[in-house]
């Protein structure tokens, strides 16, 4: 029966302090004066003797999202999931494991939009187009709030009928805009007119005045003269 002990299991006591002879004597071990001589010291992690250290030096890069990323399964590699009748999180579950922890599906690959109207969960999508469970949603919100629903790609014919409705109102806008110019042009003219021949009839006006105030006096003094005869 072997008692001795495996080879390197057991190692000589680290003896500091005990002379120049042993290597470890004078400042044992410890180097020379100063803050790494006293105990008690712990160089930080990334330390580099007061200058900037190369974390801080370099630049930041990318960043954390708070929006959770779908769970991507590749339909082509899981053909079970093509064969479902109804596609949810406890089907998917019967077919391709994933973790608890998942709370978004995506699901990718030829043939996934196909799969669009056998979906029956909101937090399951496919690659391509809206799922029905996603567009019965959408639909229901939109009937609430009683928002017509508009066609994504607009009528050429509707866009021409407005291109002719609008430039008709505008030529209309044009000849009322004209005649009223034509009209004020008249009503100045008039007044112009007036005002030159205004200023002729009133000087006659003044000067036949004196004629018959001297006038007066005349008939005045003639019927005195009677009376006094």
Do not use: C, W
């Not at 004066?33 to 930041?60: D, I, S, V």
């Not at 291109?163 to 109102?169: D, H, P, R, T, V």
């Not at 000849?175 to 042009?185: D, I, L, N, R, Y």
């Not at 002729?200 to 001297?214: E, G, L, S, V, W």
Request: proline share 4%; charged share 35%.
């Amino acid at each position: 029966m072997n008692l001795q002990k495996a080879a390197n299991s057991t190692h000589k006591t680290k003896r500091i302090g005990r002379g120049q002879g042993s290597g470890m004597g004078k400042t044992a071990t410890k180097g020379g004066k100063g803050q790494t001589a006293r105990k008690g010291y712990n160089e930080k992690r990334g330390f580099e003797g007061g200058q900037q250290p190369l974390q801080r030096r370099l630049p930041k890069v990318g960043f954390t999202s708070k929006f959770e990323k779908a769970y991507a399964i590749n339909v082509e590699k899981v053909k079970g999931i093509l064969e479902l009748a109804e596609i949810s999180f406890e089907s998917i579950k019967s077919v391709h494991k994933f973790p608890k922890s998942v709370k978004q599906i995506k699901l990718i690959g030829a043939g996934a939009k196909e799969l669009a109207s056998k979906i029956k969960d909101k937090n399951i999508s496919t690659s391509k187009g809206e799922n029905s469970a996603k567009k019965a949603t959408n639909s229901a919100k939109s009937a609430k709030l009683g928002a017509p629903k508009l066609d994504k790609k607009p009528n050429t014919a509707s866009k021409s009928e407005n291109s002719g409705a609008k430039a008709e109102s505008a030529k209309a806008e044009k000849s009322v805009k004209t005649e009223k110019a034509q009209s004020v042009k008249t009503e100045k003219s008039a007044k112009a007119e007036k005002g030159t021949k205004a200023p002729a009839q009133k000087p006659a006006a003044k000067k036949a005045a004196p004629a018959t105030k001297a006038a007066k006096p005349a008939s005045t003094k003639a019927k005195k003269e009677s009376d006094s005869k």
